[in-house]
C-alpha cells in the first residue's frame, strides 16, 4: 500500500507562477523526502525535512511539515519551463530492523512557457 | 564523482525469458535499493542490499531476485517474465549510517524493460 499521496495528480502552470504539490501519509515519520524525475529518467532529490521541522527552503524550493495532520506540501516559486518533471514525496517505512522509502505515485508538473 | 550507473539502459525480451539488470552504486555506498516504476502501480520497492547481504525485501513474487557482489555492485533478474513486468527498473544507493540515519537515495537513469 502507498505511504504518501501526492495531490494534486497532475497541475499544469504558466512559467513565472508558483506550483504547490501536496503529501499525505499515514504513519509516523522521522523525515520527508521530495524528489523531482525528469520524463523517463531516474530520480533526484531535492530536499530533506525532519519530523522537528516545520520549514525548509533550498533556492526556489520550501517545503513545509505537519506531523499532527501528516502532511507536506512543496513550493516551487517563479516556475520555469525546466521544472517540468514529476515530483514524488517519500517517507521511511521501518520493516525488518531495517527501513525502505516508499514513494507516493507523484504529482506531474508541467510548466508552460 | 561518478553516479549510479544501470546496465542495460533498455532491453526487449519475450515471455518466459529472464533477464539480468546491472547496477554499480557511487563509490563509498554500501546500500543499494531497487525499485519498479509503472504507471499504474507507481514507483514500487523491491529490495535493499547491503554489505551483500539483502536486509529489506518488497511484495514481489520469488521471480525477482537480487544480489550484490563485494564491492557493492548489485544485480537483480527476473526468471519466466510476464508481459506485466514491462516497467523501469531503477537502481538507488545510499551512504546509509545506521537506521537512525536519514536514507537519501541517489538514483540511476534506469533500465526499460519491454516485455513482449
Known amino acids: 500500500s502507498q505511504q504518501g499521496e501526492e495531490d494534486p495528480q497532475a497541475l499544469s502552470i504558466q512559467e513565472g507562477e508558483n506550483a504547490t504539490m501536496n503529501c499525505s501519509y499515514k504513519?509516523?515519520?522521522?523525515?520527508l523526502q521530495w524528489y523531482r524525475q525528469n520524463s523517463g529518467r531516474g530520480l533526484v532529490h531535492l530536499i530533506l525535512i525532519r519530523s522537528n521541522e516545520r520549514e525548509k527552503h533550498s533556492g526556489r524550493l520550501r517545503v513545509t511539515l505537519d506531523t499532527s495532520k501528516k502532511s507536506s506540501s512543496l513550493l516551487i516559486t517563479a516556475s520555469r519551463a525546466a521544472d517540468t518533471a514529476s515530483y514524488f514525496c517519500a517517507t521511511p517505512i521501518r520493516q525488518g530492523g531495517s527501513e525502505k522509502l516508499v514513494f507516493g505515485k507523484g504529482t506531474k508538473l508541467t510548466v508552460n512557457p | 564523482k561518478a553516479g549510479v550507473t544501470q546496465t542495460p539502459r533498455y532491453l526487449i525480451k519475450t515471455r518466459g525469458q529472464q533477464v539480468t539488470l546491472s547496477c554499480s552504486p557511487i563509490s563509498g555506498h554500501r546500500s543499494v535499493s531497487w525499485y519498479q516504476q509503472t504507471p499504474g502501480q507507481g514507483l514500487q520497492f523491491l529490495f535493499e542490499?547491503?554489505?551483500?547481504?539483502?536486509?529489506n525485501k518488497g511484495n514481489f513474487p520469488g521471480r525477482f531476485s537480487g544480489r550484490q557482489f563485494s564491492n557493492s555492485r548489485s544485480e537483480m533478474n527476473v526468471s519466466t517474465l510476464e508481459l506485466g513486468d514491462s516497467a523501469l527498473y531503477l537502481c538507488?544507493?545510499?551512504?546509509?549510517?545506521?537506521?537512525?540515519?536519514?536514507?537519501?537515495?541517489?538514483f540511476g537513469a534506469g533500465s526499460r524493460l519491454t516485455v513482449l
Open positions: 538507488a544507493s545510499s551512504l546509509k549510517i545506521g537506521v537512525s540515519g536519514a536514507n537519501v537515495l541517489t
Open positions: 504513519t509516523s515519520i522521522n523525515n
Open positions: 542490499y547491503f554489505s551483500e547481504t539483502q536486509r
